[in-house]
């Protein structure tokens, strides 16, 4: 299993951002996938999942500003980041598998102005 994610930068809150996971080694199509994000010092923290047929569960943290969504066609996850707070800033990891045990490399959100 292959997750690489993309994307991350440093953002102004109140900001805009669209993180992207690239996928391989599994079947994707039938897999349910989710974002974990990590920020300095604190564990990690379920943002987002989507099951294969689209259905999608939010953190109450991010609900409303955070869309996740994925494209079993190319094989990829996204994640549009919205009105971007500080608290949104971690490393932010694309996962799958049985307990979402598979993670990426990440990719860093930072938010400052």
């Known amino acids: 299993i292959q997750l690489v994610e993309s994307g991350g930068e440093n953002i102004q809150p109140g900001g805009s951002l669209r993180l992207s996971c690239e996928a391989s080694?599994?079947?994707?199509?039938?897999?349910?996938m989710a974002w974990v994000r990590q920020a300095p010092g604190k564990g990690p923290e379920w943002v987002a999942a989507?099951?294969?047929?689209?259905?999608?569960l939010y953190h109450t943290s991010v609900k409303g500003r955070f869309t996740i969504s994925r494209d079993n066609l190319k094989k990829t996850l996204a994640l549009q980041m919205n009105s971007v707070k500080p608290d949104d800033a971690a490393r932010y990891y694309c996962?799958?598998?049985?307990?979402?045990?598979?993670w990426g490399q990440g990719t860093q959100v930072t938010v400052s102005s």
């Open positions: 996962s799958t598998g049985r307990g979402y045990g598979y």
């Open positions: 989507i099951t294969p047929g689209g259905v999608t």
């Open positions: 080694g599994f079947m994707f199509s039938t897999s349910d």
